[in-house]
């Protein structure tokens, strides 16, 4: 017999006996006091599962931070008295506090600038006890958005967000969770959240936004800053482009930064999807339609600096229909989305221009949004969607032109898009959607793509396959 195994036999043998004795404890005080004993905790044998691992899991977290991690004593407590469902819901409390503490010592300003893109009710952010105000889900996804989550760590947090969600203490629920669930949902925490550092290229862009905001950068120094930059992801490059507008046109800015981010914008605009181009020109005619003078002439400025005024929109109705979108999204992924997505379902019929078409700036959130909500999360006991607003969903999908439908299998590399397709009735669905939409189309590099969805083994992955990728290439370019 192998020391390693003698050792985990004698930490086993040494953690029955307390464990034992507590169980009969709690079972007899919970009979003397007339409650009931059947299925309230998880058997004994679960729970030294997870505590023969816990201190070689735990180990990873520095003494000097373990010491603070309140929430993972409350997990371990649990864990100890069999209440799995309340030690889930501490372990991701202290996932998301550990979250918090590292978009905190990253930068703050940053992450609401991406928070904003997620959703427009965290625009007046900028505190840091404003942070509490972030959803969990949107926290995840600005993470993701910056960096500080890769797309698979990201769809792994997410699993463990949802499981907090419908079985755990959070909410009522019957459902059942066992040791060895238990250890792998502590392990994703703990490697890619409460232990969690930014990479390096993390740090370049923090270091970049400092720069812009107390150096003064020289001009000949811009090419070299913007040429490496754009090596960055394409999803970094649109959110730092936000970044970067929103500190131009914030009034408080002073002429230095302006100058820096003259000097750095148009290599970063350049290399930025006709998507966040859009966004941007919008917010001309939003600026303009509520008086804010100085932000649109900042606005102005910054799209005559990067030789973007024909992205300039001063038709309010893109910036109004985002914010009505950006409304049934957060009620999508909020608690009884069932119920709550229809009163902002039916908004969007009066919230059309009159000529019925999407402008360009709200194009990609809209067919988003959209197929989120029809396509549903799996839950429930019928389809998973809300079916009050499903007919509108229904109506606007049916008038997808072409280009609304090469959004629609674009969507197929977005995480929050793709994940809940691992799930066996949105799968169901969205392949049922896309033999829909392959009516509507007639170029043939979309019926392709189409085709390769509805075929797809797990759609979810589709777009990982060589031959859904190379259809990408081909689509028509909005």
Known sequence: MTNGTELIIAKSTELSQPIDNLHKQLEGYLSHVGLPIDNVVVPISERKKVIASLEDSLSIIPIAERCKSHYLSKFTVAISVGLFDGALNYLWDETVRAFRRLIIAFDLPYFYSIAEKVSSRYKNLSKEEDIDQVSEHDLLE??????????????????????????????????????????????????????????HSLIAVKQLLSNIRVSVIPAEDFSVIGHDFIKQPIERIDDFLWTIFGLFTTEKTNADIKSNIVGIAPYIWNAATED???E?????????????????????????????????????????????????????????????????????????????????????????????????????????????????YKKHITNFTEIELVEFIKLFGDPEFSAPLARTKPASRVKKLAVFLKSKATNAHIIKSLDLIAAAPTVHKVYATSAFKSALEYLPSN
């Not at 600005?142 to 698979?152: H, K, M, P, T």
């Not at 792994?156 to 250890?183: C, T, W, Y």
Request: charged share 25%; glycine share 8%.
């Open 142 to 199: 600005a993470c993701r958005r910056i960096g500080l989550l890769s797309d698979v760590n990201y769809q792994r947090l997410e699993h463990v967000n949802f499981m907090r969600n419908h079985a755990s203490a959070a909410h009522p629920n019957d459902n059942d969770i066992d040791g060895f669930e238990m250890l792998s949902w502590l392990s994703v925490c703990l490697k890619h959240a409460i232990t969690a550092k930014p990479d």
């Open 276 to 278: 966040r181009k859009y």
């Open 280 to 392: 941007i020109g919008v917010k001309f005619g939003v600026f303009r339609k509520n008086g804010e003078v100085v932000r649109k002439d900042a606005t102005q400025a910054f799209l005559q600096a990067v030789s973007g005024l024909k992205y300039k929109d001063e038709d309010s109705l893109a910036g109004e229909l985002i914010e009505i979108i950006e409304n049934l999204n957060r009620a999508h992924f909020g608690t009884n989305n069932f119920y709550n997505e229809y009163p902002h379902a039916k908004m969007l019929d009066n919230s059309l221009p009159p000529n019925g078409k999407i402008p360009r700036a709200a194009r990609s959130m809209w067919v988003k949004v959209l197929s989120i909500c029809y396509i549903g999360n799996g839950l429930g006991y019928r389809e998973g969607v809300d079916e009050s607003a499903l007919p509108h």
